[in-house]
């Protein structure tokens, strides 16, 4: 199974005071809202996402490189302009070679240096194109493929096993097809009729620009290629079932599997010996090895010469890379311009030596006290969802002994690793062109993974940098993570009350947390094994219950005659559900323990419920363009932004309370059509 991080996102005694502590003076604290975000001219019982955010997006036009833009964004971007000039610095200055300084200046300037790239043109790129050509057997393809990086038709790479998850072993997961979703080959309505006709243009210009003879029918060759793919693989719901997509095997097993590929060649060549495969989805990858055996070697070589093609353009010079973006930005995603070259540039340092960064960034912009005050709200955020889990009624006692069990055993990473990651083996030289260096880079981020094979699993890993805006939940290690970019405003504030943290970082931490509890991660134990740990009746009753929040984001129509898939945003959905009914019972379990004197009142006309959940839908504050809407829906597992906000709260009672929603209300559910899980 491909490893699914969930992303936005023994109980101490002494944790409880220091959280009454860090609260006590939160009554002088501001209250966070910025009255300026709202739109007073709609009512929060019309359409509360309008009402709380309408004048953030007034404020915030789309500009010409975004197709969406959001409370996300607009944090990533000032994060992003943060490390940005951490690394001019650098960028500015010699350092010794080798020096961990100057592979971030280096590779900075590499990306920013256009000039070159224009002059260099394709001429990057001919040697691995020629090396194409010139493959004259199935044997050599074979071979080429367990060396190649730059292309092929699945992924591998090293991971936990799901079923020990204290052992790293080799997984294998579908690919090779370049838009990702195999409905975009497969659905028949005009809009996605529009996508394939402008693919089959995009790819005939890339073969154009390369200097390729009958490029037309050579993109033709790769969408037939790519549809048949696309046909054999998982769509988006079948990939979120961790059971479907585990199926762990010996290498004879594999060779008997899919006999069209010399198994014990290829690893040779990846330079590894594994001891056994995790094999995701075996109806693409016997699809793969017939694909193999059975198509022309020349239409082959074809689609592979695409594949590259198409992975370095935006890497080369500013004709290709416009190329690139005129299909994946303008068309898919409805994006007028590209993003200006320093973001780009800052953007390929964070991803290549991103904790390197990392470190920069925490020393300069991560306090210390924010730490510690996440760390109390973590802490009673996991109290909550506890209390949550003992009273309710449709679970058994001994399944809830297992989750409460697997509650107190999360792992809490917040702010950034306790061990930094080793870039020394990692060789950026400005002598080479910049995408040879970025080739070089993905090679090292193979070993560095492929390293880990058949070894214990380092609990100590990180699995986003300091730097990123998010945060993630991981099943096999059961652990929540929420790196230092997300603790800022509008998520975190450390000068605002505690009715707006736990209203915006909280519930993202509860978010996290529920996410060790939804449709996937219910199915892993407190250790991070796939193990069913319920009894027959609870985990009957547990689906009917999610059923109600799929059908209700079925139901909700995103664009004109285009729903949202609530099956595929199934377990975001739960996880917003849950972040926010277990951070409203903290804050009010963290009320309730202050004397009366100390307790939040109204502030600017709001009471502290009000602010909570204001809090929360300013987070999803965003414009998005139609395109990126029709975008999304396919590939998203996460609920559109005000989705996030009208979808989830007609679900949580305490938001009728706050708001006086009644059943005149266009927002209004019946109560027995709301999710009740936890």
């Not at 992003?80 to 010794?96: D, F």
């Not at 979120?240 to 014990?264: C, F, G, H």
């Not at 079925?554 to 609530?566: L, M, R, T, W």
Request: glycine letters at 6%.
């Amino acid at each position: 199974m491909k490893k699914h991080y969930f992303s936005l996102f023994t109980f101490h005694f002494s944790l409880l005071i220091m959280a009454s502590i860090l609260s006590a003076c939160s009554s002088q604290r501001s209250m966070g809202i910025r009255t300026a975000n709202l739109d007073p001219s709609v009512t929060p019982q019309e359409d509360f996402y309008q009402y709380a955010c309408g004048g953030w997006m007034n404020q915030n036009p789309l500009t010409a490189e975004y197709s969406r833009f959001g409370s996300f964004d607009q944090l990533a971007l000032n994060n992003l302009k943060q490390v940005n000039g951490l690394i001019q610095s650098l960028a500015e200055h010699q350092y010794p070679e080798g020096s961990v300084e100057q592979k971030i200046g280096d590779l900075y300037n590499l990306a920013m240096d256009t000039t070159r790239r224009n002059m260099e043109a394709d001429s990057p790129l001919r040697h691995t194109l020629d090396e194409i050509a010139n493959i004259t057997s199935r044997d050599q393809l074979t071979e080429r493929l367990g060396e190649a990086m730059e292309f092929g038709l699945w992924a591998m790479y090293v991971d936990a096993d799901a079923m020990n998850s204290s052992m790293n072993i080799l997984n294998e997961a579908q690919a090779g097809f370049a838009l990702g979703e195999k409905e975009y080959y497969l659905d028949q309505d005009e809009h996605t009729r529009m996508i394939r006709a402008e693919y089959l243009k995009y790819i005939t210009r890339l073969f154009n620009y390369f200097g390729f003879t009958a490029a037309e029918q050579r993109a033709r060759t790769v969408l037939r290629m790519e549809t048949r793919l696309a046909e054999a693989a998982f769509n988006n719901v079948e990939l979120r079932d961790p059971q479907a997509n585990y199926n762990k095997m010996s290498i004879p097993e594999l060779q008997q599997l899919v006999p069209q590929i010399n198994w014990t060649v290829y690893f040779r060549k990846m330079g590894i010996s594994p001891s056994c495969i995790s094999v995701g989805q075996i109806r693409h990858l016997q699809e793969a090895g017939r694909m193999l055996a059975d198509e022309p070697l020349e239409d082959l070589k074809t689609l592979f010469a695409f594949q590259v093609m198409d992975g370095a353009a935006a890497y080369l010079s500013q004709e290709v890379y416009m190329i690139s973006f005129d299909f994946y930005g303008r068309i898919l995603s409805g994006k007028e311009e590209p993003a200006p070259l320093w973001k780009r540039a800052v953007n390929i340092v964070n991803g290549t030596l991103g904790e390197a960064v990392g470190q920069m960034y925490v020393k300069e912009y991560f306090p210390e006290e924010n730490k510690a005050r996440m760390l109390a709200l973590v802490k009673n955020l996991q109290r909550a969802l506890g209390e949550r889990i003992s009273a309710v009624t449709w679970m058994s006692d001994e399944t809830k002994q297992k989750a409460l069990e697997k509650l107190s055993a999360f792992t809490i990473k917040i702010g950034y690793p306790d061990k930094w990651r080793d870039y020394t083996d990692l060789r950026i030289s400005k002598a080479d062109t910049y995408y040879a260096n970025l080739m070089r880079a993905a090679r090292f981020e193979q070993e560095y993974s492929l390293s880990f094979l058949d070894k214990p699993v380092d609990k100590q890993k990180w699995y986003m940098t300091p730097q990123t805006v998010n945060a993630y939940y991981n099943p096999s290690s059961n652990e929540i993570c929420f790196p230092a970019g997300i603790l800022q405003y509008p998520f975190f504030d450390m000068s605002a009350d505690d009715a707006f943290n736990y209203g915006a970082i909280g519930v993202v931490i509860g978010h996290e947390m529920t996410h060790g509890f939804d449709d996937q991660g219910c199915q892993f134990d407190k250790d991070g094994n796939m193990i069913n740990w319920w009894t027959e009746d609870d985990k009957k009753r547990f689906d009917e219950r999610t059923k109600v929040m799929a059908d209700f984001f079925d139901g909700i129509e995103v664009a004109p005659g285009v729903h949202a898939n609530g099956q595929f945003t199934l377990g975001e959905n739960i996880a917003d559900h849950g972040g926010l009914q277990v951070s409203y019972q903290a804050f009010c379990n963290n009320e309730a323990a202050k004397p009366k004197n100390q307790r939040l009142g109204k502030k600017a006309g709001f009471t502290p419920a009000q602010r909570f959940f204001l809090a929360y839908a300013n987070v999803w504050a965003g414009n998005i363009r139609p395109e990126e809407i029709l975008q999304r829906t396919k590939s998203d597992p996460h609920s559109l932004g005000r989705w996030r906000v009208n979808g989830a709260l007609p679900h949580i009672g305490a938001w009728y309370d706050a708001f006086g929603i009644t059943p005149s209300s266009p927002l209004y559910l019946a109560p027995e059509k709301r999710v009740s899980i936890w």
